[in-house]
């Protein structure tokens, strides 16, 4: 043997082992980076070889580019050098490279061979003799390719090496794929993973900065992004300012311009393009673009690989296609630059439409906060004078009064009221007196000094508190400065008027027990004596001290009480005087109501009728306070009641305090000139009123606190219900104990527009809905055209916008239902739609209420407004069902979960068949529901309805009846394994284990010969981290063995079969059942399915195998067991032990029968070929072995067009797997392979 020779064979030698050892790597890292296995493949080949240059390199889908990945030897910067491309016009297009790319041959190339002059003269510098190039295309449709380069003075590389070449990148190619659906599966599962937490935090977050923050903590920290940088638009600022930046590239992203709103410039900033479109942009690393993309930053060329931008809205558009704009702009950079694809996509979106909620409800919170604020000042101020009212004397008093007990000093309390102010308005006007009552507020406010108070009550009341005195002689002063500003005129308009005043004081001591209420009645007793004596009086003023003899007190207090003997006698006296006016009172103060613009829009929504219940219930209210019987807690029971009463209607609390000042006056004015009255009586009518006001405020401040509790509640259910039935009946029932709701709905339209209702809480919408089935009432629809679709319910979801009727008695739009409703004692509704994705409602949350008004104040509004955030952020997480899916009637719902823990669940039972030898190894049970109408419904039907608890208490019916059946089984002489399905829930909740060991331990089944099957579930599951709550782990401990269900569609990940500890895999059936459209691609991916359980040493079950050909096919496809129709029905557990008798296997699983069976024989017989070793002896002898479609084709009656194409691709094989015109052939055969498939399958 010549040294030339040797020199070869050493070559060929070394070649064959760095292949060996790098296919031994590819199968041995499942889960590595592909790019660093790509990078220790090169090096591997370069050193083993003692090669000077090893390169792979990838073109992506539609790009002509060739991205080198990685380069090992010692003439790698020779690769990093190259610009490569399968584009023959363009200059590194007609090389070795881009021939073996676009020929798809692999191809050895002396350096000194004409298509290698562009790189001959770098190639002799780095002493180069000749090349090697194979390629290979993924599944994405790129390719794949491998050069190796050996010296000048060693032997070449020739043609002998092609088909190991060829194979070696084949095998790189199969790992690419495989690699690249687990990083895939891995880099969805941390963005899921991120989506729940950036959905479960952003609620949390106190303001729109920590929104921001957390959305890019999560994004970078959970999700892996390379960096992220959220900018916010602040409000005319031309510049975007970062509000978050994040990740490992942060101080590089840091170091790139801030970008502006707008930018009419050729070059874009992504940034401002997002948010000058409004929609995502994406931008790829331009060595991978079909053209380069000059927008992407030179500052990022090295560290990504894509940037998408996604803008983020604060506010909803209010009309469907109105122009939004954007609050900020979120940017996400990756490694990758495949990584935005569109599942990614979306998901994003929904992070984006997730962020912008939380963003909504931050402003509404801001701006409800904001309304909160200027409520309570309005609330603690009177709007005319801007003095502090009645509310806010009665916290300062509380305050001024413990001061004054720790300090032991005094405090006076005076109530004046103006002398004579009605005949100024009547010779004036109300705007001239109201000017004198703002200019005597200021001069008050003057006159005081560092400490002492002035409030007004309301009318011409006001009350001046002085504190810190140390003697009543104090008081004088006060009188003297007091006196001093109302002895000076007061000029309006040229007109000046003079004003006078009585003035009641009452002395506070610590030493003699009091309230702020008890010294306001004593002043106001004082004042009144004053002004009953104002033209004989001596005084202006009269003083209550609180010093003397303690009865002294004791008796000013009896005489002045609204309640008791005392006040029953003079009440008594004067009451038959006051009764006829009463009437003209209540005519009086409707009048004055219907002057005030808020109380008048709520009046204006009450029919004619209402409106005149409203003033006779006003009449019997003042006969109420005039009672002489009148007792403390009768009157605050009924003044708590009233309060609710109006603060559902939507009255605001300074509507009501307002009104009831206006009556007071009118009260004062009118009854004060009747006969003799006196006025310790009247005194007594208006400290009743005054305690009605204060008892009225407190009910109403109660009921906004029960809105606060509950929305927390519904909160709480927003972020544990794992179902959308779940949550909204839930939310239900949650609105409906709430004071305001007599009933709640939530429903949609099925496909005819008549809204069909899920969840119902409350007998008034229940009786609606009997009403409806029997015919005696009108349903409710969404169309616009139809007057049954012109209600709220029709409005929101056509408008996506919260719609109320805030009277059915007065709304025109409900003549339909108005009968029925105010029948029901529903007077009012509010419709919610709830749109997880902006504008786009999935179901109308619809509340009833026995108040007018339809939820219409502030505070309701705000209410209602954060529900629906809450529960729109709800349904994004619970993905709720698509308009087209079954509607499940609400009492339809309840009525299967009623059954389901009765002998209405029956389990069926469907045989699982091995395939390598055909035998029953076990059953599995499947739930069945006998309706009431003998209709046995399939889980798919009745699972929707069933809560958490409800699917327990299926898990523990089922698992008894599974049991019992096993038994019976046993006493037949079956000894079969028997499968029960459970929810993901089971994994983390420990219910399920302990159901389980008590079904064990009382049936006395094995608990080895029990698998439970975990169905899939969007919630919980997406995890790639194993469970950590004890559900799992008492499960395994019991003994029972895990089966992932449906893996491959769904929410299934591929990540979570290698860390939670699964026995066993099924194929989806809705995977197998494509096989009618794809035969081909979906033979395939069954079978890396397949490979992918049995590399992880989990048994594979294939589901769906409804016929003859796709037993076949899972068989030859290496399946463990197989599950369908065609092998066995499910059936009652009675049936099983005559089916079991009768079974026989007659499958003959040597040669395949169908053509779909030949189809999965030409995969096996293709992966078989492929792995043998690159010798021609080889490839002759497996193409000259007869193979399963070889079989096949025996059949005469297939036609010789198929037979002879069989021929030729086998003739072909001879030349190896890599060579052209065997790969010609086998397409041709293929196509034709797959047209008799289609045809036995379509016939």
């Known amino acids: 043997m010549s040294s030339q020779e040797q020199a070869r064979g050493e070559l060929r030698e070394r070649f064959y082992r760095s292949v060996a050892e790098t296919l031994a790597l590819l199968h041995a890292t499942p889960d590595r980076d592909r790019r660093l296995v790509m990078v220790t493949i090169a090096g591997i080949l370069a050193s083993t070889m003692d090669l000077p240059l090893v390169w792979i390199g990838r073109r992506k889908p539609g790009h002509s580019a060739i991205e080198v990945l990685a380069a090992a030897g010692p003439a790698a910067a020779y690769a990093a050098a190259l610009r490569l491309s399968t584009d023959e016009s363009a200059p590194g297009g007609r090389g070795p490279v881009a021939m073996v790319l676009r020929q798809e041959r692999a191809r050895a190339t002396p350096v000194d061979a004409p298509e290698f002059a562009p790189w001959r003269d770098a190639a002799r510098r780095h002493g180069f003799g000749s090349c090697i190039v194979a390629a290979s295309r993924t599944r994405d449709d790129g390719q794949l390719v491998l050069a190796a380069y050996s010296r000048d003075d060693g032997p070449s590389l020739s043609g002998e090496l092609l088909d190991w070449a060829q194979r070696l990148v084949d095998e790189l190619s199969r790992f690419w794929d495989h690699q690249l659906l687990?990083?895939?599966?891995?880099?969805?599962?941390?963005?899921?993973?991120a989506q729940r937490t950036i959905q479960r935090a952003l609620l949390e977050q106190p303001d729109p900065e920590s929104v921001y923050r957390t959305l890019a903590r999560a994004l970078a920290d959970i999700a892996g992004a390379a960096g992220v940088d959220v900018f916010a638009a602040d409000g005319a600022d031309h510049m975007l300012r970062r509000v978050a930046l994040v990740g490992p590239i942060a101080n590089i992203l840091r170091g790139l311009p801030l970008p502006p709103r707008h930018d009419d410039s050729p070059t874009v900033l992504t940034p401002t393009q997002a948010f000058m479109q409004g929609a995502p942009v994406i931008r790829r690393h331009p060595r991978g673009a079909p053209q380069s993309d000059r927008a992407f930053r030179k500052e990022l060329l090295e560290h990504a690989g894509a940037v998408g931008c996604w803008p983020l809205f604060a506010s909803s558009a209010d009309t469907v296609g109105a122009a939004r704009v954007p609050t900020g702009v979120f940017v996400v950079v990756t490694v990758e630059s495949d990584a935005f694809d569109d599942e990614m996509c979306r998901l994003l979106d929904e992070i984006a439409d997730a962020t912008g909620l939380a963003l909504r409800q931050h402003a509404q919170r801001h701006a409800l906060l904001q309304e909160k604020e200027r409520q309570t000042y309005l609330a603690l101020h009177?709007?005319?004078?801007?003095?502090?009212?009645?509310?806010?004397?009665?916290?300062?008093?509380?305050?001024?009064?413990?001061?004054?007990?720790?300090?032991?000093?005094?405090?006076?309390?005076?109530?004046?009221?103006?002398?004579?102010?009605?005949?100024?308005?009547?010779?004036?006007?109300?705007?001239?007196?109201?000017?004198?009552?703002?200019?005597?507020?200021?001069?008050?406010?003057?006159?005081?000094?560092?400490?002492?108070?002035?409030?007004?009550?309301?009318?011409?009341?006001?009350?001046?508190?002085?504190?810190?005195?140390?003697?009543?002689?104090?008081?004088?002063?006060?009188?003297?400065?007091?006196?001093?500003?109302l002895q000076l005129p007061v000029t309006i308009d040229g007109t000046a008027m003079s004003v006078g005043a009585s003035l009641g004081i009452a002395m506070y001591s610590g030493e003699v027990q009091a309230t702020g209420e008890q010294l306001l009645r004593r002043a106001d007793q004082a004042m009144y004596q004053v002004k009953s004596r104002k033209r004989y009086r001596s005084h202006w003023w009269s003083l209550v001290s609180p010093n003397g003899v303690t009865d002294q007190?004791?008796?000013?207090?009896?005489?002045?009480?609204?309640?008791?003997?005392?006040a029953a006698m003079l009440l008594g006296a004067c009451s038959k005087a006051w009764e006829p006016r009463l009437p003209g009172i209540v005519e009086s103060f409707h009048a004055g109501l219907r002057s005030h613009d808020g109380i008048a829009r709520l009046l204006d929504l009450l029919p004619a009728a209402d409106v005149k219940a409203f003033g006779e219930h006003q009449l019997q209210h003042l006969q109420a306070l005039l009672q002489a019987d009148l007792d403390m807690a009768g009157h605050r029971a009924r003044a708590t009641r009233t309060g609710l009463f109006h603060a559902a209607c939507g009255l605001e609390e300074v509507w009501l305090l307002e009104a009831i000042e206006q009556l007071r006056d009118i009260l004062a004015t009118t009854l004060a000139g009747v006969g003799r009255t006196d006025h310790r009586a009247l005194g007594i009518l208006l400290q009743r009123l005054g305690m009605e006001r204060q008892w009225q405020l407190e009910s109403m401040r109660e009921l906004q606190r029960r809105r606060v509790a509950l929305l927390a509640?519904?909160?709480?259910?927003?972020?544990?219900?794992?179902?959308?039935?779940?949550?909204?009946?839930?939310?239900?029932?949650?609105?409906?104990?709430?004071?305001?709701?007599?009933?709640?709905?939530?429903?949609?339209?099925?496909?005819?527009?008549?809204?069909?209702?899920e969840a119902v809480a409350g007998t008034a919408f229940a009786?609606?809905?009997?009403?409806?089935?029997?015919?005696?009432?009108?349903?409710?629809?969404?169309?616009?055209?139809?007057?049954?679709?012109?209600?709220?319910?029709?409005?929101?979801?056509?408008t996506a916008t919260i719609q109320r009727c805030a009277h059915y008695g007065?709304?025109?739009?409900?003549?339909?239902?108005?009968?029925?409703a105010l029948g029901l004692g529903v007077v009012s509704n509010v419709a919610i739609p709830l749109c997880p994705s902006p504008l786009k409602p999935a179901v109308v949350l619809t509340v009833y209420s026995p108040y007018a008004g339809g939820f219409h104040s502030e505070d309701q509004r705000a209410f209602l407004e954060q529900i629906k955030t809450v529960l729109d952020l709800a349904l994004a997480r619970l993905a709720p069902p698509r308009q087209g899916t079954e509607l499940l009637p609400f009492f339809v719902r309840?009525?299967?979960?009623?059954?389901?823990?009765?002998?209405?669940?029956?389990?069926?039972?469907?045989?699982?068949?091995?395939?390598?030898?055909?035998?029953?190894?076990?059953?599995?049970?499947?739930?069945?529901?006998?309706?009431?109408?003998?209709d046995l419904l399939a889980p798919a039907r009745f699972l929707p309805a069933l809560g958490a608890d409800d699917l327990l208490v299926l898990f523990r019916q089922g698992l008894v009846q599974a049991a019992a059946c096993r038994e019976l089984l046993l006493q037949a002489g079956h000894a079969l394994d028997i499968s029960v399905n459970a929810p993901a829930a089971a994994l983390e909740d420990p219910r399920y284990a302990e159901v389980a060991a008590a079904v064990i331990a009382s049936s006395g089944c094995a608990a080895q010969a029990l698998l439970f099957e975990i169905l899939e579930s969007p919630i919980g599951t997406e995890h790639a981290a194993v469970p950590q709550g004890s559900g799992m782990q008492s499960l395994k401990t019991l003994g029972v063995r895990l089966v992932e269900d449906d893996l491959g569609a769904g929410y299934s990940s591929l990540i979570r079969l290698r860390q939670w500890p699964f026995d066993r895999i099924k194929i989806d059936q809705a995977?197998?059942?494509?096989?009618?459209?794809?035969?081909?691609?979906?033979?395939?991916?069954?079978?890396q399915l397949i490979r992918i359980g049995h590399d992880l040493r989990l048994e594979v079950v294939v589901e769906g195998l409804e016929s003859p050909e796709l037993i076949e096919a899972a068989t030859i496809l290496g399946a463990d067991f197989g599950q369908g129709y065609a092998l066995a029905r499910p059936m009652p557990a009675d049936a099983l032990p005559a089916w079991l008798a009768r079974y026989r296997c007659e499958r003959d699983s040597t040669w395949p029968r169908t053509g779909l069976g030949a189809l999965a024989g030409e995969l096996r017989w293709e992966e078989q070929f492929i792995a043998l070793p690159a010798e021609p002896a080889f490839w002759a002898r497996h193409a000259q072995v007869s193979c399963d479609p070889g079989e096949y084709l025996h059949d005469p009656g297939l036609g010789a067009v198929l037979n002879a194409s069989h021929q030729a691709m086998h003739t072909a094989a001879k030349a190896g797997p890599s060579d052209p015109d065997y790969r010609r052939e086998r397409e041709t055969f293929l196509a034709l392979l797959i047209e008799r498939v289609l045809g036995d399958v379509h016939p």
């Open 182 to 193: 687990l990083e895939r599966s891995t880099r969805m599962s941390r963005y899921r993973d």
């Open 553 to 566: 007190a004791d008796e000013l207090d009896a005489a002045a009480s609204p309640y008791g003997e005392q």
């Open 382 to 485: 009177d709007d005319l004078t801007g003095l502090p009212n009645r509310r806010a004397l009665d916290r300062h008093l509380e305050t001024v009064l413990a001061r004054a007990r720790r300090r032991g000093r005094l405090v006076a309390v005076g109530l004046l009221d103006l002398d004579d102010l009605k005949p100024i308005n009547d010779r004036h006007g109300h705007a001239v007196g109201d000017r004198l009552l703002v200019e005597m507020a200021g001069r008050f406010q003057q006159m005081l000094h560092a400490g002492d108070y002035v409030a007004r009550l309301g009318g011409d009341e006001f009350v001046l508190v002085f504190e810190d005195l140390e003697a009543e002689a104090d008081v004088d002063g006060l009188l003297e400065r007091i006196g001093g500003v």
């Open 810 to 820: 007065s709304d025109p739009s409900m003549t339909n239902w108005r009968d029925i």
């Open 767 to 798: 009786e609606y809905l009997h009403a409806l089935v029997s015919g005696k009432a009108v349903p409710i629809r969404v169309e616009a055209g139809r007057p049954e679709g012109q209600g709220p319910s029709g409005r929101a979801w056509r």
């Open 1071 to 1087: 995977i197998v059942s494509q096989a009618r459209q794809d035969p081909l691609g979906t033979l395939r991916f069954i079978r």
């Open 713 to 757: 509640r519904v909160n709480a259910l927003a972020w544990s219900a794992e179902g959308y039935l779940e949550l909204i009946q839930g939310v239900a029932d949650i609105l409906v104990s709430h004071d305001e709701v007599i009933a709640c709905s939530a429903g949609r339209p099925d496909a005819s527009g008549q809204l069909t209702y």
């Open 894 to 934: 309840e009525r299967w979960r009623a059954t389901v823990a009765t002998d209405a669940l029956q389990m069926h039972y469907q045989p699982l068949v091995r395939l390598a030898d055909g035998r029953v190894t076990e059953v599995e049970a499947l739930a069945r529901l006998r309706d009431d109408d003998g």
